[in-house]
Structures are given as structure tokens and as C-alpha cells.
């Protein structure tokens, strides 16, 4: 395992945690944070992250998606175009912190091409 940061997966999706603390082991309820351009996420609060990552999700960019991802999973290589369309619309589904319509909006657009939504039902 490595000695990253981790923090509570609720908590990266918007939600609540009972402990607000960085966790310094991974466990059931925790991710690991990835290396930012080959260093630990040392200089990046999460809420930064957080703020960061909605307003991106929010913006809908596919070019601003893949910055961010570049930015965030520098180990991992940049999917295709439509892969990242797809995977703004999943995430936008899956992240309490946006907006209802949006979270809606990404819903419909994934059902119409026969994705399926990452929300918990609370999407209308």
C-alpha cells in the first residue's frame, strides 16, 4: 500500500464524513488521492479539489475535462473524446455537490444513449 493521502469517499462526492481528517491508511470508505504532477497532494486541499473538480463538471468542457485530468491523474493516459463525454455525464450524476438540473441533465443525456446513471436514485 502506498503512502498517499485518502480521504473519505462521501466526503470527495459531496457528502458528509464523521471525521474530517486526511487519513493516512486507505480503508473500505476511502480513495486514494493521486499524484499531482508527480508529487503527493501536499499543495491541494480537498476542498480545492472539490471546488475545482465542480466547477469543471459544472462548465461541461470536454478540453477543460481533459486539463483536469491531466492535471490530477498525470500516471494515467488521457482516454478518447467520447470517453470523456461519457464520463463527464457519469460523474455529473454521481457528485452530490452539483446542481439537481445538472445531475438531471446528465442523466437524461446517458439514458437517451443507453449509459447508465452512477446516482443513488435521488436523480429524478
Known amino acids: ?3 498517499g493521502r485518502y480521504f473519505c469517499k462521501q ?4 457528502g458528509q464524513h ?3 481528517r486526511p487519513h493516512t491508511i486507505q480503508c473500505a470508505e ?3 488521492m ?3 504532477v508527480g508529487e503527493l497532494f501536499s499543495d491541494v486541499t480537498l476542498d480545492d479539489f472539490i471546488a ?3 466547477a469543471v463538471l459544472i462548465d461541461g468542457d470536454l478540453d477543460k ?3 483536469f ?4 491523474y498525470s500516471r494515467r493516459p488521457v482516454p478518447p473524446r467520447e470517453t470523456v463525454e461519457v464520463s463527464l455525464h457519469k460523474a455529473r450524476t454521481a457528485v452530490l455537490s452539483l446542481p439537481a438540473e445538472v445531475r438531471a441533465a446528465s442523466k437524461a443525456w446517458l439514458e437517451e444513449r443507453g449509459y447508465k446513471s452512477m446516482d443513488d436514485g435521488d436523480v429524478g
Open 1 to 3: 500500500m502506498s503512502a
Open 11 to 14: 466526503q470527495f462526492l459531496g
Open 18 to 20: 464523521c471525521d474530517d
Open 30 to 32: 476511502c480513495i486514494e
Open 34 to 36: 493521486e499524484p499531482r
Open 52 to 54: 475545482e473538480r465542480d
Open 65 to 67: 475535462m481533459i486539463a
Open 69 to 72: 485530468h491531466q492535471i490530477y
